[in-house]
């Protein structure tokens, strides 16, 4: 690939249509989103604004846009104001090393539909989104708020155990690609995948089919990253109100709207970009030459991250939301140590490779190996889960464990007990059959 080197109103041009570009994909975002979760839950979803509903979602933009910037006083106004700011700028900033398309000619300048190809193009991608987590945590702390500083702590915490297994599902990557620049990996997926040695059928190598295991993880990974269903805890509403952007309203809360669906473009993107192939035509469409042309890439590549974003609003209409044990458990003990088995596995296997070993009984007996110790893992790796001991007889310490907890059917708190003693007569009492019924009546009257 020749190195970009574009003049700047040709830059200036491509900063322009992106920006353009990802506001109107973030308004149809927000209604295919719609539409797509009213179809599964046998509704019709936004029908009255524009054509199919379409306007909908750009009257929403605009109502929050003239709407009142409220600012509660007990928040910290300085980065009250700054976190949004840093949210939506770590949205677009990711999209300038993602390729769009190969090289083509505009207004007789050759360059590829990207804005900058950085030969540490993965490596951006990854800072920056780690960055963006700062915009929510910030916003969590500076609220002042305690639901939003759960919601900002929460943020943090998912980006911790969930940017590590992201990481380390990339790192296989740019291990069997040889180069960490996003347009690099992606014509490196343009070679011909020859299962088992056998003819060329025009299929692709794209590493989807190569890194199973990385793709897995990073499919699980972006969903987390992005706090989406069934991993919005950080803004649960269920429990914490809205989370950390309880306190925002207005433009504020606009451009924290903005972010969400463009990060979830984002990391679909990056899925698209290392794993699908890119802007690459998809098998077997390429072998039909008039649709190899690069000015197409852009519309393959715009299905294809369309289809991880169907996958998003698919999880969001038919999970529940998970519990955060199970959510940490997922992260800490499963995503991370399948990720460094993988890694290891996949140096090994590029070394053999580049020295002509891995061929043969070698080959089999490799693969054997790593079958064998995938379901070691997936039915060894769990333990079962021990049975809850049998309810203590007597009164109920509800902080016997070291944090609250409701008592059990029959049991009595402490506090009811000695209500009951003193409000009621002994003569009464002891009519009763049930003591619970007592405690039962008494909290109804409270």
């Given at each position: 690939m020749t190195p970009m080197n574009d003049p700047w109103w040709l830059v200036l041009i491509k900063v322009i249509v992106l920006f353009v570009v990802l506001l109107v994909w973030t308004i149809f975002n927000v209604w295919y989103e719609r539409r797509l979760v009213g179809k599964m839950q046998h509704r019709l979803g936004p029908i009255m604004n524009g054509p199919f509903g379409l306007g909908?979602?750009?009257a929403d933009g605009m109502k929050l846009l003239i709407k009142e910037d409220f600012m509660p006083h007990?928040?910290?106004?300085?980065?009250?104001?700054a976190a949004p700011i840093i949210a939506g700028t770590a949205a677009f900033t990711a999209w300038a090393v993602i390729p769009f398309g190969g090289e083509v000619e505009i207004f007789g300048v050759t360059t590829r539909l990207q804005?900058?190809?950085?030969p540490i193009g993965t490596l951006v991608l990854l800072a920056?989104?780690?960055v963006g987590i700062y915009g929510f945590v910030l916003a969590g702390w500076s609220s002042n708020s305690p639901y939003s500083l759960l919601g900002g702590l929460r943020s943090s915490a998912q980006m911790i155990s969930y940017e590590i297994a992201m990481g380390l599902s990339l790192v296989a990557v740019f291990l069997y690609a040889g180069t960490m620049s996003t347009a690099g990996i992606v014509e490196f997926q343009r070679a011909p995948l020859l299962l088992f040695g056998g003819p060329d059928v025009g299929l692709q190598q794209w590493m989807f089919i190569a890194l199973i295991p990385s793709f897995v993880i990073y499919v699980i990974a972006m969903v987390g990253e992005t706090n989406r269903a069934p991993f919005d805890l950080p803004e649960a509403e269920s429990e914490l109100v809205s989370g950390y952007i309880t306190e925002y309203s207005?433009?504020?809360?606009?451009?924290y709207f903005l972010a969400e669906y463009i990060n979830m473009a984002t990391v679909s993107a990056i899925a698209t970009t290392l794993f699908v192939g890119g802007y690459l035509t998809p098998w077997p469409l390429n072998l039909i030459p008039i649709l190899n042309n690069p000015w197409l890439g852009p519309i393959w590549f715009a299905l294809k991250v369309q289809l991880f974003i169907s996958l998003f609003v698919w999880l969001r209409g038919t999970l529940p939301r998970f519990r955060y044990d199970q959510f940490m458990k997922l992260g800490w003990k499963w995503l991370i140590p399948i990720s460094l088995g993988w890694i290891v596995v996949i140096a090994v296997m590029r070394k053999l490779m580049s020295e002509n070993l891995l061929q043969g009984p070698l080959l089999w007996g490799?693969?054997?190996?790593?079958?064998v110790v995938l379901l070691a893992i997936v039915f060894l790796g769990e333990k079962p889960e021990p049975e809850p001991e049998p309810a203590p007889d007597g009164p109920f310490d509800a902080f016997a464990g070291g944090y609250p907890v409701p008592p059990m059917p029959g049991q009595v708190l402490p506090e009811l007990a000695d209500v009951v003693a003193s409000t009621i007569e002994p003569a009464e009492a002891a009519e009763s059959?049930?003591?619970?019924e007592v405690v039962e009546s008494i909290q109804k009257e409270a």
């Open positions: 909908q979602a750009l007990m928040v910290d106004r300085v980065l009250f104001v804005l900058a190809d950085l920056v989104t780690s207005g433009f504020k809360y606009a451009i490799l693969l054997g190996l790593i079958v059959a049930d003591a619970g």
